[in-house]
């Protein structure tokens, strides 16, 4: 049986800052290659944590405390930093929510796309700039040559994000963390950057991460989706079968307080006090 892209097991962590309090419990999943999966959930939920701790960057306030990552039977946790660089950014690579903060404003856009070209792949600075430029047309921008020579600034955010986009999928990585990457964009544009990813990552056969608050963009790009409350895996499954059928009472009641376009002139139903008491008592927080 082959081994899933990404397997994690009892992954736990807690935060130093706050005297120990854990912030992940006991997290398992998996991520079969060319598999879209969403973490969702509210704001410290825990999600953004799980994807630090698989990009390498979890903050030093951040104590992972057991489990493993396994990312192509290589455990993340254990690898020595020099094969964890190694990894990052040609095997797993991040499309970062803030399209405005995520560039360097002093370089120009060619150079921010072929500098990993050239240092990973030992390209040409011809045959990166090629590379970079055909990334653009993949990604949809109209006169790439023109946005190449362009600062970041020079660009709406939806170009950025596009940029972004075409970085992240530069040097073919197997693994994606899309880490809320349509939150600072408005609604039309938040529809072509999502069907972009997807076309992406259709084309190269990527795994993705997917982060996000959002249901609606869970049902839209994701493949199976793993539900999180106070870093506690709450209900996961196909998409499908967890927005259809949700078997836990916090997705039922999720799924109810999101907007009905098949009735506009209906009211928002906040999670009920009891749902969540009745998550706290599951978990265990007093």
Not at 107 to 114: A, D, K, N, Y
Not at 183 to 211: E, N, P, S, W, Y
């Amino acid at each position: 049986m082959t081994e899933p892209l990404l397997f994690i097991s009892g992954l736990s962590a807690v935060s130093d800052r706050d005297g120990g309090s854990p912030i992940l419990r006991d997290v398992a999943l998996t991520l079969e290659r060319g598999e879209v999966r969403g973490l969702v959930g509210e704001s410290g939920a825990g999600k953004s944590t799980i994807a630090k701790a698989l990009l390498g960057i979890l903050p030093r306030t951040v104590r992972v405390t057991g489990g493993t990552i396994r990312f192509e039977g290589r455990d993340l946790l254990t690898l020595p930093a020099p094969a964890l660089r190694d990894i990052m950014g040609s095997e797993i690579s991040l499309i970062p929510q803030d399209p405005q903060t995520a560039l360097n404003p002093g370089r120009r856009i060619e150079v921010q796309l072929t500098d990993g070209l050239r240092l990973r792949r030992g390209m040409s600075a011809k045959a990166a700039h090629a590379r970079a430029l055909a990334l653009l047309e993949e990604v949809h921008i109209r006169d790439p040559l023109r946005v190449l020579r362009a600062y970041p600034h020079e660009l709406s955010g939806g170009m950025r994000q596009r940029v972004l986009i075409a970085a992240a999928f530069a040097l073919k990585p197997k693994l994606v963390i899309a880490d809320e990457p349509t939150t600072a964009l408005d609604v039309t544009v938040q529809k072509q950057i999502l069907r972009l990813i997807r076309g992406m990552q259709r084309a190269h056969g990527t795994g993705v991460v997917f982060v996000t608050h959002d249901l609606g963009v869970v049902a839209q790009i994701c493949d199976s989706v793993t539900l999180l409350y106070a870093g506690k895996v709450i209900e996961q499954g196909s998409t499908a079968d967890v927005l259809q059928r949700p078997k836990h009472a916090y997705t039922r009641a999720l799924i109810a307080a999101g907007p009905r376009y098949d009735r506009p002139n209906a009211g928002l139903e906040p999670v009920p006090q009891s749902v969540f008491e009745q998550l706290r008592a599951e978990i265990g927080i007093k």
